[in-house]
């Protein structure tokens, strides 16, 4: 296997202040688990580009893009240190560049894979992204890179039939959101309920499949809930493509909720993902970072899921 693993130095630089969870060390806590498992060696490591403002707009309004950088620019001006989207959601003269770098990676690891050059990748990227709405950044996320690269497959790639697969701690309602009435994207997701964005229970078409759980559910749970829920409608969608919204703060040991998720879960659901893509879509996958707040726990995660994408186990 030919597993990528997309970052950049700019996605540390977006920062929200030293009492913000989402914090740059995230990406160095993956980088310090890499090494300690002596997995970088295996990966294809490559730098994030920028996206391209248009590439955005596939997914956001013109107006939800401008805002992100007219106010990044504005601080660099000013020389003032943050921007308030909301009580926790801030820009600092770096987080236009950053929101490109980490769109950018998904829509680079996407032309990659259906390229033919990797089999799948993962983005290491900050600001994570699924909380974003085509009309506003919100929940830590300014632009939904998992989206953004969805829709580009389908819209330059002409892919037909594509999922979406969600495995944070909250409810990815950025995402359904943008694709709340298009079919040709399935999304599956779990989720804490009731929990931020307080979303995802309401009616919703066929191709949304959101499974809420209450707090405190363990892996075995979702493991039974993935087997009855996730893979027969992943199944029956034939997806040629699958993104992940790689999110591990359902971790056990992870304080921003209080799912009991541990590493071997998040590499047993990978594995999964990896079957539904072998049958339907040539194992293509692109797997992109959202949450994930306790730094050991998070960097162990992702090694994990990344040893089942590399087949390293």
């Not at 740059?24 to 994030?48: G, H, N, V």
């Not at 997914?59 to 943050?82: F, K, M, N, T």
């Not at 969600?166 to 943008?178: I, K, L, R």
């Not at 594995?271 to 306790?294: D, F, K, P, T, W």
Request: aromatic share 8%; glycine share 6%.
């Amino acid at each position: 296997m030919t597993t990528a693993f997309y970052t950049h130095p700019d996605c540390q630089r977006h920062e929200m202040g030293d009492w913000h969870p989402e914090t740059p060390a995230r990406l160095q806590a993956i980088e310090d688990q890499l090494i300690a498992s002596r997995i970088d060696q295996f990966l294809d490591r490559r730098d994030a580009p920028l996206a391209d403002p248009a590439e955005l707009e596939r997914i956001h309004s013109a107006a939800a893009v401008d805002a992100i950088r007219e106010h990044s620019h504005a601080l660099a001006l000013s020389g003032e240190a943050y921007y308030s989207i909301d009580g926790d959601t801030l820009l600092n003269r770096h987080s236009w560049q950053a929101a490109l770098r980490a769109a950018g990676a998904a829509v680079a690891a996407t032309d990659a894979v259906l390229a033919g050059e990797l089999d799948n990748a993962f983005c290491s990227v900050r600001p994570p992204g699924h909380h974003a709405t085509p009309g506003k950044a919100m929940g830590f996320c300014l632009f939904n890179n998992v989206a953004i690269a969805a829709r580009h497959a389908m819209d330059v790639h002409g892919l037909e039939r594509v999922a979406v697969v969600d495995f944070d701690v909250h409810h990815g309602n950025g995402t359904e959101e943008a694709f709340a009435h298009d079919p040709r994207v399935l999304m599956a997701s779990f989720f804490q309920h009731p929990f931020y964005p307080f979303s995802g229970t309401e009616p919703a078409e066929a191709h949304i499949v959101n499974v809420p759980v209450p707090a405190y559910t363990d892996g075995n749970a979702v493991r039974q809930l993935v087997t009855e829920k996730w893979l027969p409608a992943l199944h029956a969608h034939r997806p040629q493509m699958i993104f992940i919204s790689a999110g591990f703060d359902a971790h056990r040991e992870d304080d921003m909720g209080q799912m009991g998720l541990v590493e071997a879960d998040y590499a047993w659901i990978t594995r999964q993902i990896m079957q539904v893509a072998r049958e339907h879509a040539q194992g293509r996958i692109v797997s992109c970072l959202e949450g994930g707040y306790n730094l050991s726990a998070l960097g162990r995660s992702v090694v994990a899921h990344l040893k089942v994408l590399a087949e390293l186990e």
